[in-house]
């Protein structure tokens, strides 16, 4: 090969190599001077990039039975290591599932001197709480009330750690940070949210309790001479079916009526005057069921002229 420039010749003697596999360039020059040439570089070119030998890329310079490598820089070397990590150790980013606190280290090697830098990530692992509520769902007779409780099913069994908080919600509408709360008044849904120090949370599952009572309304007919007294009730709160347990005493010893019923109404007809006993169970016979409490109704006499009686030898009126 011959190199001319201007008036200057001058014959060069050179052989490339390139591997296909490796993508390594090699470049023999037995003899070569850039002297007022304009030959100026050894080296490799794209058109947007280009790497030229030291020494041999500038200026004039000469060559005698010179060979020059033109190889790939090879990429550094990735390794991590830590608990449970999924898939590859040697990309830039790892998948683990650790099951303790620990550390995650990654360590990069420079192939071409062997040179490393290590790194590390501390990972502080914290088990989610699993809340269940104690209590089943129930149903109160009011004022009954119960305490609802939370405990945990998984790694806090034995006891959530200080500074565990519990927000409590009643249909939705939070309640005071406890980690009981007391149910009554007209009832509700319960579930609470569980927040651990490090600031992992779960919701537990939802308890209804439902609180009811059983109210009556009453007229009483008061009793003529003839009797005709009677008590008519109506329950306006509860579940039916009714049984409404009528006594003339307020231990309830002597029944005078006993009877189960569809209709929120009931009657206990034909009275004289005196004092009556009523009490009424609601949901009959279910363990459910609430009562009334025992009543008091007291059935007067109508005085009248034409009602009274012969006593010791007087008329006397009623």
């Known amino acids: 090969m011959q190199l001319i420039s201007g008036n200057l010749i001058q014959d060069v003697t050179y052989q490339i190599e390139l591997n296909e596999t490796s993508n390594i360039v090699d470049v023999f020059l037995t003899s070569v001077n850039t002297i007022s040439l304009n030959v100026r570089a050894v080296g490799l070119e794209t058109g947007t990039a280009g790497w030229a030998a030291p020494g041999f890329n500038a200026g004039t310079w000469s060559a005698t039975n ?25 990309g830039t980013s790892i998948q683990a599932v650790p099951s303790t606190s620990g ?3 990654c360590t990069v090697t420079n192939p071409l001197t062997g040179c490393t830098k290590v790194d590390s990530v501390a990972v502080n692992f914290n088990v989610s709480p699993s809340p269940q509520i104690v209590e089943n769902d129930t149903t109160l007779c009011n004022p009954e009330f119960i305490y609802v409780h939370v405990q945990d099913t998984g790694a806090y069994s034995g006891g959530y750690p200080s500074g565990t908080t519990f927000t409590w919600s009643a ?16 009832g509700s849904s319960y579930s609470v949210i569980v927040t651990l120090p490090s600031g992992c949370s779960a919701t537990s599952d939802t308890i209804t309790v439902l609180t009811k009572s059983v109210a009556v309304v009453d007229v009483i007919n008061n009793a003529t001479c003839s009797g005709g007294g009677s008590i008519e009730v109506e329950v306006t709160s509860g579940i039916a079916n ?3 347990v009528w006594s ?3 231990a309830q010893t002597n029944i005078v009526r006993n009877v189960t019923l ?37 059935v007067k006499w109508i005085k009248s002229n034409c009602c009274f009686c012969y006593s010791n030898g007087y008329y006397m009126f009623r």
């Open 103 to 105: 550390y995650y280290t």
């Open 262 to 298: 569809s209709s929120n109404r009931d009657t206990l007809a034909n009275l004289t005057a005196g004092t009556y006993y009523l009490q009424v169970y609601d949901e009959a016979g279910t363990p459910a069921s609430c009562n009334s409490g025992v009543l008091t109704y007291v």
């Open 66 to 90: 010179q060979a020059f490598r033109f190889a790939p820089i090879q990429a550094a070397t990735i390794q991590w290591s830590g608990q449970n990590i999924i898939g590859s150790t040697t």
């Open 248 to 250: 003339t005493d307020l």
């Open 242 to 244: 009714y049984n409404y």
């Open 171 to 186: 249909i939705g509408v939070p309640i005071p940070d406890l980690d009981s709360i007391s149910s009554s008044g007209n």
